[in-house]
């Protein structure tokens, strides 16, 4: 028990390449086992157009058909992709082999954070505090292993931060080409820049520096417009257009804003969660004025744009974790070693807890029904419709069925691309906003009358959406569904556990699955 308050005897891989295999092996078995849903740009903005790219079929949402995203992302699942399509590999190896590269991104990044790390600090008991705070993060165990945009974004952000030198080098180069990648994938990641850039251009050769950069970036720019021109058929420049969408037009709020203070008061508190009270010691015992001026001005700027999410700013987690690690060693030391001991385990219990519930249950639902109904369809032709909020489960990426044998709906939420300014989206209802508005109408207007008289296929007519073989929705719509179903030929199918809470109230309780029969 006495060593849990010696972090410097906390055992940590004292070569690279053991620490890389061991943090592998880890993330491995984090990123296999992750059986839940965050976010919708995990699937919609990464797997779904690398498989639209190499097997031809899927759904590209508004982002990809307006040109604001980059292909550079996409582009790491594609030969995982390619390498299914060209060995006929089956559909586990599908679901699989990309979390296999979502580990890889991972450990690499965390290999590059404790060298970061040592970079920062040289103290050894910093140095393994921070590693196993990493480790141990509710929220890395959470998101790091998805394949999130912001996850890449956050280990090539580490990498290059580790890589850039006090004063110009050769490393400034190698530095400037991997945060350029960053930039590429996420535009606002420039921000973390800004400190460093001024204090650089303050102490060397300005000249080298500015030529070096400009330099740098039409390279990248290249890159990137290649790649998208394969992409997209056309020349399109995405980081262009992700500024005009969300900052010049603002259309950004559409999928919700947020408060000025969101950032400081939700962000960071759900980022840190167990750790929020060590981060805020670290800030007051621990100096760093260069990491906290990057925190703060990232911080303010981010706080500026109205659509708010954590994963905005999760490429700053090396530096909360950095802070986290002050505060940490300052409690530690103050507290009796009996005291200390049962905190950390209390800690990592706690952690432990948190991270197995968001990764196994919670929102697991909506995962398993799509391998559910794929193993329920097999080879037949069937259909299948979503009476859920838009992007609510994966889709061809986990589904991986055809057109031709499987016809899948669901409702849509394209954003008002037609106002030049967000004055004017209070008005504006997508297709679900409109379904949840008025369930009923809606039905009315969009799908054909439904008795136990007519048979499904006779009920196609010229209506927009078609009713399917099976139906899902979410437990929030189980009374209204049952009632307008009697008598249709629908009945309860299965039900599938998702959530017992949710911020979504649509979302809650159980997916449920109707089918005609």
């Not at 139906?471 to 299965?494: A, D, R, T, V, W």
Request: proline share 5%; charged share 15%; glycine share 4%.
């Amino acid at each position: 028990m006495a060593k849990l308050t010696k972090p410097e005897s906390w055992p940590v891989p004292e070569t690279d390449t053991g620490l890389f295999t061991l943090l592998l092996a880890i993330r491995l078995a984090n990123s296999l086992s992750i059986n839940t849903f965050f976010q919708a740009d995990e699937y919609w903005q990464a797997l779904e157009p690398a498989h639209y790219q190499i097997f031809g079929y899927g759904y590209l949402t508004w982002e990809w058909r307006q040109g604001i995203r980059s292909f550079m992302h996409p582009l790491l699942y594609v030969p995982i992709y390619k390498i299914c399509q060209f060995l006929r590999l089956d559909y586990a190896y599908l679901l699989y082999l990309p979390k296999l590269m979502n580990a890889l991104i991972c450990a690499v990044g965390e290999t590059f954070q404790y060298k970061l790390t040592c970079k920062w600090t040289k103290d050894p008991s910093a140095r393994r505090t921070m590693f196993y705070l990493s480790l141990f993060s509710p929220f890395n165990w959470y998101c790091y292993c998805r394949s999130f945009s912001n996850s890449l974004e956050l280990a090539l952000t580490t990498i290059a931060l580790f890589l850039y030198p006090e004063t110009f080098d050769v490393y400034y180069i190698y530095s400037m080409i991997i945060a350029g990648f960053c930039c590429i994938i996420r535009p606002t990641n420039g921000l973390i820049w800004l400190v460093y850039g001024l204090r650089n251009l303050r102490r060397g050769p300005r000249l080298k520096i500015i030529v070096s950069t400009i330099l740098i970036g039409i390279a990248i720019f290249s890159i990137d417009s290649i790649v998208n021109r394969h992409f997209y058929g056309t020349w399109t420049i995405p980081s262009i257009n992700f500024l005009n969408f969300n900052v010049s037009r603002n259309l950004s709020s559409f999928y919700g804003t947020s408060k000025l203070d969101f950032y400081f008061f939700q962000a960071i508190p759900v980022m840190l969660l167990t750790y929020l009270p060590y981060f805020i010691i670290g800030l007051l015992v621990k100096e760093a004025r260069e990491l906290k001026l990057v925190l703060i001005i990232n911080l303010l700027a981010y706080s500026l744009i109205q659509h708010k999410e954590f994963r905005f700013i999760y490429p700053l987690m090396p530096i909360l974790l950095f802070f986290t690690t002050y505060g940490v060693l300052y409690t530690l030391r103050k507290l009796k070693p009996v005291t200390s001991s049962s905190l950390i385990l209390l800690i990592a219990l706690l952690n432990i807890t948190i991270a197995f519930y968001f990764t196994q249950i919670h929102e697991s639902g909506v995962i398993t029904v799509t391998q559910y109904l794929r193993d329920e369809i097999g080879s037949k032709q069937s259909s299948i419709g979503f009476l859920t909020p838009c992007h609510s489960t994966p889709f061809q990426s986990h589904f991986h069925l055809h057109p031709n044998q499987v016809d899948i709906w669901f409702l849509t939420c394209e954003p008002p691309l037609h106002l030049d300014s967000s004055t004017d989206l209070a008005a504006y209802r997508d297709e679900s906003d409109e379904f949840y508005d008025d369930t009923l109408g809606f039905l009315q207007r969009n799908f054909p009358s439904l008795t136990v008289e007519n048979s499904r296929d006779d009920l196609r007519g010229s209506y927009p959406h078609t009713w399917p073989e099976y139906l899902i929705f979410f437990e929030s719509l189980e009374q209204f569904m049952k009632e307008y179903l009697h008598n249709s030929g629908y009945s309860e199918y299965h039900r599938i556990f998702n959530s017992r809470f949710h911020w979504d109230s649509r979302r809650t309780g159980d997916v449920i699955i109707y089918k005609f029969n």
